[in-house]
C-alpha cells in the first residue's frame, strides 16, 4: 500500500483545512486508518482513526474540531480541520492497518499562524 498526503498548507488560527489521503496497491476498504500528526521537538501523536467499518475516533484534544472520513470508492480518507489553532502546527501523516501490516504516507505540513 502506498500512501500520499495532501491538502496542507499554512491557514491563520480559527481556519479550516481539509487534509486527504490517497492510497494505492491494495484493497482501501480492508484497512483502519488512521492520521497522526508531529510538531517540532515531539513525538508523533494519533489524531483520529476511522476504521473500516467507518467506526471513529478523536484525540481529545482535536474531538469537536476535527472530521475523519473515508470514500473508499476513492481510495481516500480525509480530515477535515476546523478552528485550527496554532498548536496543531505539525507534519500530518496518515496510515493503513490491516492486521499486523501498517503501511505510512510521507506527511503534509500543516502551519497556523496570522
Known amino acids: 500500500v502506498q500512501l500520499v498526503e495532501s491538502g496542507g498548507g499554512l491557514v491563520p488560527p480559527g481556519g479550516s483545512l481539509r487534509l486527504s489521503c490517497v492510497a494505492t496497491g491494495s484493497v482501501f476498504s480492508m484497512y483502519d486508518m488512521t492520521w497522526y500528526r508531529q510538531a517540532p521537538g515531539k513525538q508523533r501523536e494519533w489524531v483520529a482513526t476511522i476504521t473500516r467499518n467507518e467506526e471513529t475516533n478523536y484525540d481529545e484534544f482535536v474531538k469537536g474540531r476535527f472530521t475523519i472520513s473515508r470514500d473508499n470508492a476513492k481510495n481516500t480518507v480525509y480530515l477535515q480541520m476546523t478552528s485550527l489553532k496554532s498548536e496543531d502546527t505539525a507534519v500530518y501523516y496518515c496510515?493503513?492497518?490491516?492486521?499486523?501490516?501498517?503501511?505510512w504516507g510521507q506527511g503534509t505540513q500543516v502551519t497556523v499562524a496570522a
Open positions: 496510515k493503513a492497518r490491516f492486521a499486523v501490516s501498517e503501511y
